[in-house]
Nanobody, 123 residues
Framework: HLQFVESGGGLVQPGGSLTLSCAASEFSLDYYVIGWFRRAPKKEHEGVSC????????YYADSVKGRFTISRDNAQNTVYLQMNSLKLEDTAVYYC????????????????WGQGTQVTVSS
């Protein structure tokens, strides 16, 4: 049973920043592709950002390019999503997910999902 904890969500004003974390225990993140996805009310899961297991190749959705940064710290067994210049439309539940298929930042390529953390951008 893989255990990991998502944290860092909350309420922030437009233009603000948040950092989401996904910390794993009992297993190593080294060999996994890791993705951050989000789901806004009445919308499908959207791939926000993914990072490969080997070279650390990253992918970003057009809607977050230049504002969000994904990173992984294998020594700490943690993945981060730094979110800057947040907009109202970034409001969603954010999930970290783990998979083994390189180069695909779509929900279908990920097998293991976290419980999600709410991000609300509101003035």
């Amino acid at each position: 049973h893989l255990q990991f904890v998502e944290s860092g969500g909350g309420l922030v004003q437009p233009g603000g920043s948040l950092t989401l974390s996904c910390a794993a225990s009992e297993f190593s993140l080294d060999y996994y592709v890791i993705g951050w996805f989000r789901r806004a009310p009445k919308k499908e899961h959207e791939g926000v950002s993914c990072i490969s297991s080997s070279e650390g190749t990253t992918y970003y959705a057009d809607s977050v390019k230049g504002r969000f940064t994904i990173s992984r710290d294998n020594a700490q067994n943690t993945v981060y999503l730094q979110m800057n210049s947040l907009k109202l439309e970034d409001t969603a539940v954010y999930y970290c997910a783990f998979g083994t298929i390189q180069g695909m930042c779509v929900p279908e390529a990920f097998d293991i999902w976290g419980q999600g953390t709410q991000v609300t951008v509101s003035s």
